[in-house]
């Protein structure tokens, strides 16, 4: 059984930046395409980032494009998500996905983290 375990979220004011991590309980994560969704209030689970096993590919939603930085270290299991210049709109709960594959990842992901809340207050 995979389990995403992500950290890194809180409550931060307009402008400022917070960094997400997520760490695979798995011993071949760079074999695992990885990325970000996220889930306001109301709305519908977006992707906004996505980043292929070796960490040269990279997708980024237009709402986050120019502010939000993913990351990958395969030597430390972990994928990163740099949040800057955080907007009211960015309030959601981010969820860490995965996919066994050497592709992209997959729009429904197999495996899914437990979610950490991020809140931007104005």
């Known amino acids: 059984q995979v389990q995403l375990v992500e950290s890194g979220g809180g409550l931060v004011q307009a402008g400022g930046s917070l960094r997400l991590s997520c760490a695979p309980s798995?011993?071949?994560?760079?074999?695992?395409?990885m990325g970000w969704f996220r889930q306001a209030s109301g709305k519908e689970r977006e992707l906004i980032s996505r980043i292929n096993w070796s960490g040269t590919s990279t997708y980024y939603a237009d709402s986050v494009k120019g502010r939000f930085t993913i990351s990958r270290d395969n030597a430390k299991n972990t994928v990163y998500l740099q949040l800057n210049s955080l907007k009211p709109e960015d309030t959601a709960v981010y969820y860490c996905a995965a996919d066994l594959t050497y592709g992209v990842l997959s729009s429904n992901p197999q495996y899914w983290g437990q979610g950490t809340q991020v809140t931007v207050s104005s």
């Open positions: 798995v011993r071949t994560f760079s074999r695992y395409a």
